[in-house]
Structure formats: structure tokens, C-alpha cells
């Protein structure tokens, strides 16, 4: 069975600070993805990654960056966190073939304050 | 651009009655369609794909390109059932990104 791990459930920050969400999958996945759930605007993609290395902005990028340093994490950094950042924020891995399903974490839930 | 248009935010069904979820894309070329499913305090996880043309918990849905439509169809909901309802679209040239729409919540009433 797919294993996508977050490092914590729950966050709470302060404006400013530089956060760290780690996101770890167990299944040798090439793909991994960091996406936004807000209510009303469903899951948003921030950044995604098709290999070690390598990184791609999605539809909201801003604000935020991304690391792989090794294939099975992924990590989201919020450069200076501000208060519209507070979401719940979602990893998620696949292969990288057709109609390959994403696989995903629990979730963070991320409040700035 | 690429979009799924989810139009309901909130189903309220009753038990034992039919429920349909509505998802519309736009996308010229060949999608890949797929439902996620996210109870309550679970991680999101996959319902059905398209490609599967499979029933799921009861779940079944038809990809429409004449209409660019991807409804979610139950004909007799259950208790369970209620949950935050994600459709999702893939494109053929996105390194395997989805597309998601808004979300519907379903809440099925006894």
C-alpha cells in the first residue's frame, strides 16, 4: 500500500518566519506535487517535481519554493510566511504514465499568525 | 487553459435516493478524467477513473466528449457516502498534473 507521509498535521507560525512542510512516499514514485485545499476553490497546485532535482511551478508558485534532493522527499518552503498562507496544504506522488492516480498525505494544516 | 467546473457545492440527499455529481472540462485534446473522494478526517483518495470504466462502492461515471462531462451517478446513496467529492482532469502533455475542480459536498440524511 501507497505510504505518503507529512512531517506534522498541524503547524502554527508567525508571519515571517521561513517554514518547512516535508512530504516523504515509500513507493519509488517519480512525481510528487504539493497542492493547496482551500474551501470554495478546491486543491490548488503550488509546485510539482518529475524527478530528482527537478522542479516545476504550478498555478500558484508565489511566495513559495520546493527541494528534491532525494527521490522519495519533497520539500515545501514558504520563504517568509504571511498570513494567506494559512490553508491546509496537501503531497502527493505517482508514477508518471497514463492514468496513473496520485497518491496522498494527510495533510497539513498551516496557520500563520 | 485547462478547467473543471464542479457547479454544486453542497448535495443534500436523502438515504436511498439517486445522486449525481456534476463535473464539466474544457480541454481540446484527450483527458483523463478521475473522482477523488475525501471523508471526514481521511486522507483525499481515488473513487474511479475513467480509463477503469469500473463501479466503485456503487459509483459509476461516463465520460461524455460531446458534452465534456464527467457526472458522478449513485443510484441509492448511503450514510456513508457523505464526504467532500473532488473531480479531476489530466492532460495528455501536463507530466501527469491534475486539474481540480472546486469540490462538491455530499451530505446524505438518514
Known amino acids: 500500500d501507497v505510504k505518503v507521509t507529512q512531517s506534522s498535521r498541524y503547524l502554527v507560525k508567525r508571519t515571517g518566519e521561513k517554514v518547512f512542510l516535508e512530504c516523504v512516499q515509500d513507493m519509488d514514485h517519480e512525481n510528487m506535487f504539493w497542492y493547496r485545499q482551500d474551501p470554495g476553490l478546491g486543491l490548488r497546485l503550488i509546485y510539482f517535481s518529475y524527478d530528482v532535482k527537478m522542479k516545476e511551478k504550478g498555478d500558484i508558485p508565489e511566495g513559495y519554493s520546493v527541494s528534491r534532493e532525494k527521490k522519495e522527499r519533497f520539500s515545501l518552503i514558504l520563504e517568509s510566511a504571511s498570513t494567506n498562507q494559512t490553508s491546509m496544504y496537501l503531497c502527493a506522488s505517482s508514477f508518471p504514465g497514463s492514468n496513473q492516480p496520485q497518491h496522498f498525505g494527510d495533510g497539513t494544516r498551516l496557520s500563520i499568525l | 487553459a485547462q478547467r473543471v467546473t464542479q457547479p454544486e457545492k453542497l448535495l443534500s440527499v436523502f438515504k436511498g435516493a439517486p445522486v449525481e455529481l456534476k463535473c464539466n472540462y474544457s480541454?481540446?485534446?484527450?483527458?483523463?478524467l478521475f473522482w477523488y473522494v475525501q471523508y471526514s478526517r481521511q486522507r483525499l483518495q481515488l473513487l474511479l477513473r475513467h480509463i477503469s470504466r469500473e463501479s466503485i462502492k456503487g459509483f459509476t461515471a461516463d465520460l461524455n466528449k460531446g458534452e465534456t462531462s464527467f457526472h458522478l451517478k449513485k443510484p441509492f446513496a448511503q450514510e456513508e457516502d457523505s464526504a467532500m467529492y473532488y473531480c479531476a482532469l489530466r492532460t495528455t502533455d501536463s507530466w501527469g498534473k491534475l486539474q481540480f475542480g472546486a469540490g462538491t459536498q455530499v451530505v446524505v440524511t438518514p
Open positions: 480541454y481540446s485534446g484527450s483527458p483523463e
